[in-house]
């Protein structure tokens, strides 16, 4: 008689006890969504701003050349994919407020995950463009003929480089993202 009681005992305040829980690692999921949300849209802008800035000119055998962002098409793919991320990053928190309010079926965060998976795999597409086109600036390929041309303009090889290295940060913060909301998804099955 008394194992019963001890058992309806524990029963009953688990129930209290797991909402607790819950209720306090959801706070923190949500406080950690929002941050990294917050800092991929600020690694994001960064990258943009250095990117539309870089620009060098130079003069080779009397002959003036320019090396600018817009005349690699690798660059203006991660310059659009950087503009997205900004973009989407303001509207995923407005996202992110609906499905956190205390009425939204927890199932809703399929369409956070989704928007982060997207974003992660436009994120890392264009870094790797990026990074692509700015190792053959830096270091030419010999096999192809290519020469680098870093060692002349290496005002404008670095701030493409720092770019790239925002675009990075804004993928891992998105790749987090994309992480929490499946485990947060995988916590709440879809039926």
Not at 43 to 51: G, K
Not at 78 to 87: I, Q
Not at 129 to 148: D, L, N, P, Q, S
Request: with cysteine; aromatic share 12%.
């Amino acid at each position: 008689m008394a194992s019963e009681t001890a058992k309806e005992q524990n029963s009953s305040s688990s129930p209290v006890k797991f909402l607790a829980v819950s209720s306090k690692s959801r706070r923190r999921f949500l406080i950690a969504q929002a941050a990294l949300r917050v800092l991929a849209f600020a690694a994001a802008s960064t990258a943009l701003a250095v990117m539309i800035t870089s620009d060098e000119s130079i003069v080779l055998f009397g002959i003036k050349f320019r090396a600018y962002y817009s005349y690699a098409s690798a660059f203006r793919f991660l310059l659009g994919a950087d503009a997205v991320v900004c973009g989407f990053s303001l509207l995923s928190l407005v996202l992110l407020r609906l499905v956190s309010r205390s009425g939204s079926n927890p199932r809703n965060y399929i369409f956070l995950f989704l928007h982060d998976l997207a974003i992660t795999v436009l994120m890392i597409s264009a870094c790797a463009a990026g990074t692509a086109i700015g190792y053959v600036g830096r270091h030419g390929e010999e096999k192809m003929g290519w020469v680098g041309l870093c060692n002349r303009v290496t005002k404008f090889c670095n701030q493409v480089m720092v770019s790239v290295v925002f675009s990075y940060l804004a993928f891992f913060c998105y790749l987090a993202l994309t992480i929490t909301s499946a485990n947060k998804l995988s916590s709440h099955p879809l039926e």
